[in-house]
T-cell receptor, first 110, second 111 residues
Framework: GQSLEQPSEVTAVEGAIVQINCTYQTSGFYGLSWYQQHDGGAPTFLSYNALDGLEETGRFSSFLSRSDSYGYLLLQELQMKDSASYFC???????????FGKGTRLSVIA | KAGVTQTPRYLIKTRGQQVTLSCSPI?????VSWYQQTPGQGLQFLFE???????NKGNFPGRFSGRQFSNSRSEMNVSTLELGDSALYLC??????????FGPGTRLTVL
């Protein structure tokens, strides 16, 4: 089976940088995704990494190290609207289910 | 382009009843997945349908079932409801790529 570990809560100051880590254990590995979910809202896709390295999309970046079974989501220039839950998710092969971590609740404070 | 829609948005049932939830994917999306979300448990995968065929099934009891129609719309059914079935049920569609588009969910409360 698969398992993912990510911190349950993170607090950071507006304008700062925060990193949300995700470690995973899977029988195979196809890719690591990140989703954002605001309270009362639907999860929305942020990024996907299939290969080692950093992917940047605006203020958000996602990193993957396949050899370490580890990835992280980096949020820069934090804004209050970034307060949300962030989920990492893995798929261990093509056309297999996406398995989600339990989520990290990010609180951005002034 | 319209997003994923789910009906109903809220539902209250009593133990022992059954419920049917509906999901309409984004036009052109043939893959539909269902998830159960409860506080502290993240999103638990229920099942995935692709072109009317169940492609994957999660670790849920047989009381949970689903189907997909030829227009890609999907339904999930839960029979003999239990208190523990109270949750947000999310549907997501995709073009069979890594990006899944989620609907707003159906909030089910079992009394």
């Amino acid at each position: 089976g698969q398992s993912l570990e990510q911190p349950s809560e993170v607090t950071a100051v507006e304008g700062a940088i925060v990193q949300i880590n995700c470690t995973y254990q899977t029988s195979g590995f196809y890719g690591l995704s990140w989703y954002q979910q605001h309270d009362g809202g639907a999860p929305t896709f942020l990024s996907y990494n299939a290969l080692d390295g950093l992917e940047e999309t605006g203020r958000f970046s996602s990193f993957l190290s396949r050899s370490d079974s580890y990835g992280y989501l980096l949020l820069q220039e934090l804004q209050m609207k970034d307060s949300a839950s962030y989920f990492c998710a893995v798929r261990d092969a093509g056309n297999t289910p996406l398995v989600f971590g339990k989520g990290t609740r990010l609180s951005v404070i002034a | 382009k319209a997003g994923v829609t789910q009906t109903p948005r809220y539902l209250i049932k009593t133990r022992g009843q059954q419920v049917t939830l509906s999901c309409s994917p984004i036009s052109g999306h043939r893959s539909v997945s269902w998830y159960q979300q409860t506080p502290g448990q993240g999103l638990q995968f229920l099942f995935e349908y692709f072109s009317e065929t169940q492609r994957n099934k999660g670790n849920f009891p047989g009381r949970f079932s689903g189907r997909q129609f030829s227009n890609s719309r999907s339904e999930m059914n839960v029979s003999t409801l239990e208190l523990g079935d109270s949750a947000l049920y999310l549907c997501a569609s995709s073009l069979n790529t890594e990006e899944q588009f989620f609907g707003p969910g159906t909030r089910l409360t079992v009394l």
